[in-house]
């Protein structure tokens, strides 16, 4: 006691034989490089006589015994048999708990389903629906397309025809009436006729010449729209055949490749609303196109008809005046034929 540093527990006595290292053991020569718990030492290695080669000794543990009671076995196979039961009691409560989030998923996933097939099915009928009657406006432009090509030829063959015709044959009469000599060079009523028939006829051409270009240019707003109307139509068999084959696969065919996560899908800028406006259009415009094909048709009909009723009036009028200029020259003639035989032969 009397070697004790002063403010130090007594140090137990030097060993001069060196132990060996013990679990927890530190040499001397380290713990100067420990890091302070609690700030800064109270004293130093010197002041404790450890600098003169005392080593510490870590405390001895309480070993296990090398054999175990059966009060300590029976214990020990409670505990693992309650842990056991534990742990065999959370994994059936996961089990439960995965196999309620697969019904619900399976529930949604279901519910997801038909959702989607009955927004294609609508989809579907509203694709067919505007694809028919974009299909029968389409035919029908075809058809009026071939009507107003009928309708331009008949025009045609009424110019270049008939009416031509007619000039031909006035023509000729006014040349013949010009040989005619002396008093007999009369403008009457059977010229008048015919030169009121040769304008008539004329003014006639000019309507069905502009009656013509009215149908070229119908026939090409027709050919415009039917040529719109039908990329129209490829594009919306395309999209029908794609959403007929989408609207087809599930998760049981083999085609049908399995893809974790959303896939990317770049939005267009056409709603169904545009799309629907769209089609719309289309049909209207081709409706508007073919009434008035229509009433163009029509129109020529009227016309066509009505200019062979007046070239019918006017050839009979034309044949009449003939006629009775022909009976008035006849009885002219009889009666000078008579004047000339009374003065050649007066008794």
């Not at 009397?2 to 030097?14: H, L, T, W």
């Not at 002041?47 to 309480?62: F, H, I, M």
């Not at 994994?91 to 697969?102: D, F, H, K, P």
């Not at 009656?211 to 919306?236: H, S, V, W």
């Amino acid at each position: 006691m009397s070697g004790a540093c002063p403010g130090c527990v007594p140090c137990a006595p030097p060993c001069q034989v060196p132990r060996p290292a013990e679990p927890g053991y530190v040499p001397l020569s380290s713990m100067d490089q420990l890091p302070p718990k609690c700030g800064p030492p109270r004293f130093g290695p010197d002041e404790c006589g450890l600098s003169q080669g005392w080593t510490s000794r870590s405390p001895n543990l309480v070993r296990p015994p090398p054999r175990f009671t059966q009060e300590e076995w029976a214990l020990a196979t409670i505990m693992t048999q309650d842990a056991a039961q534990y742990d065999q009691m959370a994994s059936e409560q996961l089990q439960a708990e995965a196999a309620r989030v697969i019904d619900e998923a399976k529930e949604v996933t279901i519910r997801g389903q038909e959702d989607v097939d009955w927004e294609f099915k609508q989809r579907l009928r509203d694709m067919s629906h505007w694809r028919d009657e974009l299909a029968k406006n389409f035919g029908n432009i075809n058809s009026e397309i071939d009507a107003m090509n009928i309708y331009r030829q008949r025009i045609d063959t009424a110019l270049s025809t008939g009416l031509c015709h007619i000039l031909q044959i006035n023509s000729q009469i006014l040349s013949l009436r010009e040989c005619r000599k002396g008093i007999d060079m009369v403008h009457d009523e059977a010229q008048k006729q015919v030169m009121h028939e040769m304008k008539a006829v004329e003014g006639i051409q000019s309507s069905l010449k502009r009656n013509m270009e009215y149908c070229t240019e119908q026939i090409r707003q027709l050919r415009k729209t039917g040529y719109i109307l039908g990329g129209q139509l490829r594009e919306k068999d395309e999209a029908l055949a794609i959403d007929k084959k989408a609207h087809e696969l599930d998760e049981h065919r083999s085609v049908v490749q399995r893809q974790c996560g959303a896939c990317h899908v770049e939005y267009s800028n056409v709603s169904e609303a545009d799309w629907i406006s769209i089609t719309e259009k289309a049909k209207f415009d081709s409706e508007k196109v073919i009434n008035a094909s229509r009433q163009m048709r029509m129109q020529v009909d009227s016309i066509l008809r009505q200019i062979s009723e007046d070239l019918r009036t006017l050839i009979c009028e034309t044949n009449f005046l003939f006629e009775k200029q022909l009976k008035a020259t006849i009885e002219a003639k009889a009666k000078l034929q008579e004047e000339h035989s009374n003065v050649s032969h007066p008794f």
